[in-house]
C-alpha cells in the first residue's frame, strides 16, 4: 500500500504508548491506509493478533490487495464496519480481553484527495463527506433540510463558531433558491463569513462540522471509548490520536475518569473508580520534522491511557 494513500501519524510515538507484547491481542479502529497496522503487525509474534476496523470500501479493497496484510493470514482480520461495533465483533473473533486499542481519529489523505468524497475545500466535488458511502445522510442533506435550530447546533457544537446562528440562517435563506451540492458552491457561500485572512480556517472549520454531523463522529468516539473498558485487559491501553478540540477533551476526560464527561467517580471509602489511568499526563504531538514532512499532522494530539490493574 503506497505512502501517499496515508500517511501515518505519530507512528513511532503511538508503537511506544500501546508497548506492544509479541503475543497480545491488539485493535486498529481506524485501518485507514494501514500504516498503523502494518507497523503493529510487524512487531506481532507468531502468536499475536490484528483486529482492525473500517467501514469505508476503498480502504478494505486496498487491504486485500497488499502483500503485508495478505501474508499475514489468520493473524490479521479487517472488520468492515464502525468502530462503534467494536465489543460485539471481538466477542464474535474471540478476540476479548485486548492488550490494547488504537484509533487515529483524522480523515485519511485519500479521502481529502479524492473529489468525490467531499471532504475538501481545495477542490470541487458533490458535498458527501459521508466515510461510509453505504450511509443516507449527505454534507448536502444536512445544509439542505436541517431546520435552522438544527443547522445553528451543527455549527456551534462541532464547529464551534461563535456566529453560529447567524450561519444557520443565512444558509436556510440561501437554499431555497439555490440548493447546496458541491464543495466549491458551498466555500463561495461560507468564505464571505470569515474574518478577512481567516478564509481558509474557518471554511475548514465549517466542513470540520458537518463532517462530523454526517458520520455521528462524536457519538462513535464516545462508544468506542466506552467499549474499551469492557474489551482491554487489566494493564491495557488505549492510544487515541485526535486532531480538533471536541475529540481531545472527550479523549482527555476519558483517560483521566473513565467517563468522555470527566466525572471523578469514588467509592464510600474514597477509592477511585474510574477504571482508567493516563499513561502520560500531557497530549504528545508531533515533531517539527514529522509536520514537515506531513504537514497534515500538524494538528495531532495523541493520548494515552491504561486499564487499571483490578484490586
Known sequence: MDAEYHTPVLLQEAMDGLDIREGGIYVDATFGGGGHSRE???????????????RDPDAAERAGQDPDFVKA????????????YLKNYLRFYKAVPVDGILADLGVS????????????????????????????LTAADVLNTYAEEDLARVFTQYGEIPSGRRLASAV?????????AYTDQAVDFFAPFAGKGRENKFLATVFQSLRIEVNRELENLKSLLEQSLEVLRPGGRIAVISYHSLEDRMVKNFMRSGN????????FYGNDLSGM???????IVPS???????PRARSARLRVGRKRMEE
Open 288 to 294: 517539527q520534522e514529522e509536520i514537515c514532512r506531513n
Open 172 to 180: 436556510v435563506k440561501a437554499r431555497e433558491g439555490n440548493p447546496f
Open 73 to 84: 493470514g489468520q493473524r490479521f482480520i479487517l472488520v468492515r464496519e464502525n468502530f462503534r
Open 40 to 54: 503493529i503487525l510487524r512487531r506481532l509474534g507468531d502468536a499475536g493478533r490484528l483486529l482492525a476496523f473500517d
Open 109 to 136: 489523505s485519500h479521502q481529502f484527495d479524492v473529489a468525490e468524497r467531499g471532504f475538501s475545500i481545495r477542490s470541487r466535488g458533490p458535498l458527501d463527506m459521508r466515510m461510509d458511502r453505504s450511509g443516507t
Open 277 to 283: 489511568e493516563p499513561v502520560v499526563r500531557k497530549a
Open 260 to 267: 468522555v464527561e470527566g466525572r471523578v467517580e469514588k467509592d
